[in-house]
């Protein structure tokens, strides 16, 4: 027999908090967030942190703002009180960290939360405390960094909610999760000094510097110097920061930082586009590493998303979308680089050190080139191109399909110099000013020829009617986003239209890809419009067809050149985008300096 079903009634504040503290105090790491993020509204530029256990036992953190009033405090550990935002206007283009007015409510209702505050036209500091679930607001000693600002003490995290507790991990791993979050806001806020303190123990200090200063101080000097510095703006959206040349990439995702108007944030949108802008030169599942900082009208994107605020939804979301990922693309192309690659090098090898990347080199050496000399597609391989291949060479201009390279110039020196000869058939030994030059040929012809398939792609994107459509069971969005996005699928060379009120037809596909699963391939591409505003679909699809065209077409190992083709195939790297590096993400080319060859050999010793 069922039990007597119960009647609806409001829950009591104190359930609330604690059902809302679920939300936004996961473990110690979300209350250091809070903390942070607080201090950082509040103007400050001095943080003190410090932690102990983990934060599980204390959690302290002091700043140098502008401090809360005394008259306001028993507000500050209430819900949904805030002086961030006062009305919907205000809400739909937040520019703080922090708007919802929960975090010090949810902290105070599990744990015993202690905050002491002065302002500058206040005589003393006040402090209130929840100490055993009681409110107490009192005259106190202001012991933070400054003479204004505020210090927040949180001790025993979890103490009225014990079961909570439980769910922690070790120490250990607590700490990491905090220490996670400190890095995060101190790559966002580099204008901020930070302390960061645990068990008693000074481990980290980063004083008040520039952006490219505080990334080498909080991720290494590692980092930055196999990285490309990124700045680009449109109108009011700008986009700055580094990201790791392709041959830096890691197993895993550990290194990607992404900030919204300071804001550090993890977006499905933002992260394929960049993901997408290293599709070329990234090799299986490496994972690139960045920090990137993006601006924009804070009217522009929605960060009343999640109670963790690390979630955004952007207006124009295509738009943002499109913008990272050329910006991106065109800093990996070498438009915007900056900073030199670090080679590959054995620990105990010292003389296979840093090289300027093509684009770099450039800016170093005028150029001048002769009438090209045609550097024959036979002669490199090409008879043993695949038919799809021949299809699309009988079909594309002269000027995409050639594979002219120039003659090596005569009076002008070039950042990969001049072939001195060959190694086993694989490798091409040049000499420049610097030193001695190793070119892998077959890797290097390969992303040349793959780029000049591209711009021919690029040029011609053909439709190929179907003569059978193609139908297949869709979901409502599915049909929603081919019938909204019609001119896009288009563009793109698909005719998508809606056979019956639960499938699709496709009529179209893109020339290039008809071999392939036109349902399977249109599923996708609906699937990643509808998630980012827009596609790379099947542009990787084409460029993995390139991709494989290439590799048939280019020199073969073994096959001897000479010093004449060797010169061009030189030239024709430094003339080509992302010649760098293979369509793997292995690098193409080294560099050894004469004072690295000096030392192998003890010359001037």
């Not at 120490?171 to 580099?190: M, N, Q, S, Y």
């Not at 550097?375 to 038919?387: I, K, M, N, R, V």
């Not at 542009?539 to 000479?562: E, G, K, P, Y």
Request: charged residues 20%; negative net charge; hydrophobic residues 45%.
């Amino acid at each position: 027999m069922s039990a007597e079903p119960r009647r609806i009634q409001a829950l009591p504040d104190v359930l609330i908090s604690q059902i809302a503290a679920g939300e936004v105090v996961e473990r110690p790491a979300s209350v250091v967030k809070e903390l942070l993020e607080n201090a950082l509204d509040a103007g400050a530029t001095q943080l003190l942190i410090r932690l102990e256990q983990g934060g599980v036992k204390r959690i302290s953190i002091s700043d140098d703002g502008h401090g809360i009033d005394a008259d306001d405090l028993p507000l500050a550990l209430t819900r949904h009180a805030t002086s961030k935002i006062h009305s919907l206007q205000e809400l739909e283009s937040v520019a703080s960290l922090g708007f919802r007015g929960e975090a010090l409510a949810s902290i105070a209702s599990v744990a015993n939360l202690a905050l002491t505050t002065r302002r500058s036209k206040s005589g003393q500091a006040t402090q209130i405390h929840n100490h055993h679930g009681s409110l107490s607001l009192l005259p106190a000693a202001h012991a933070g960094l400054a003479d204004t600002g505020t210090l927040v003490e949180v001790a025993d995290l979890y103490f009225s909610t014990p079961a909570r507790r439980k769910f922690l991990k070790t120490e250990t791993t607590e700490w990491g999760h905090c220490f996670d979050v400190i890095k995060r806001l101190a790559l966002g806020h580099p204008e901020v000094s930070f302390q960061v303190w645990h068990n008693g123990k000074a481990l980290a200090q980063w004083p008040a510097s520039d952006f490219s200063r505080r990334i080498v101080a909080v991720l290494g000097e590692e980092f930055a110097e196999s990285s490309l510095a990124l700045e680009v703006q449109a109108g009011e959206v700008q986009l700055s920061g580094l990201v790791t040349h392709p041959t830096a990439a890691r197993a895993r995702a550990d290194a990607q930082f992404f900030y919204v108007n300071g804001r550090y944030v993890r977006d499905k949108l933002l992260a394929h586009a960049v993901r997408a802008a290293y599709a070329d030169v990234l090799h299986g599942e490496r994972q690139p590493a960045y920090v990137l900082a993006l601006r924009l009208d804070p009217g522009a994107v929605d960060v009343n998303v999640h109670p963790a605020k690390t979630e955004v939804r952007f207006r124009d979301s295509r738009s943002i979308h499109q913008f990272v990922f050329h910006a991106v693309q065109r800093a990996l192309a070498g438009t915007a680089g900056q900073y030199e690659k670090t080679t590959p090098s054995d620990n105990s090898v010292s003389w296979l050190q840093t090289a300027p990347t093509l684009q770099q080199s450039r800016l170093l050496w005028s150029q001048e080139t002769n009438t090209p000399r045609s550097f024959a597609a036979s002669e490199a391989g090409l008879e043993q191109a695949p038919p799809a291949y021949l299809a699309w060479a009988a079909s594309a201009p002269a000027s995409a399909r050639n594979t002219s390279i120039p003659a090596p110039a005569t009076r002008t020196e070039h950042p990969l110099g001049y072939a001195l000869g060959q190694l086993h058939g694989v490798y091409v030994l040049a000499q420049n000013t610097q030193g001695l030059v190793l070119v892998d040929m077959h890797a290097a012809h390969e992303r040349i020829v793959y780029e000049q398939l591209k711009q021919g792609l690029v040029r011609h994107i053909e439709s190929q009617p179907l003569l059978i459509p193609v139908v297949f069971n869709a979901s409502e969005v599915e049909i929603g986003t081919a019938l909204e996005e019609k001119q896009a699928l288009t563009q793109l060379g698909f005719e998508i239209s809606q056979a019956a009120p639960t499938s699709l037809a496709v009529r179209a596909v893109p020339l290039l890809l008809k071999d392939a699963d036109s349902a399977a391939l249109a599923r996708d591409v609906l699937r990643e419009i509808h998630e980012v505003g827009g596609t790379q679909v099947l542009q990787q699809r084409a460029h993995d067809l390139l991709a494989t065209m290439a590799c048939h077409s280019a020199v073969r190992a073994n096959r001897r050149l000479t010093l004449e083709e060797m010169n061009a195939l030189l030239r024709q790297m430094e003339a080509t985008e992302r010649a760098d590096e293979c369509n793997h993400g292995r690098p193409t080319w080294v560099q050894l300096a004469l004072s690295d060859l000096d030392k192998l050999f003890l010359r001037g010793r």
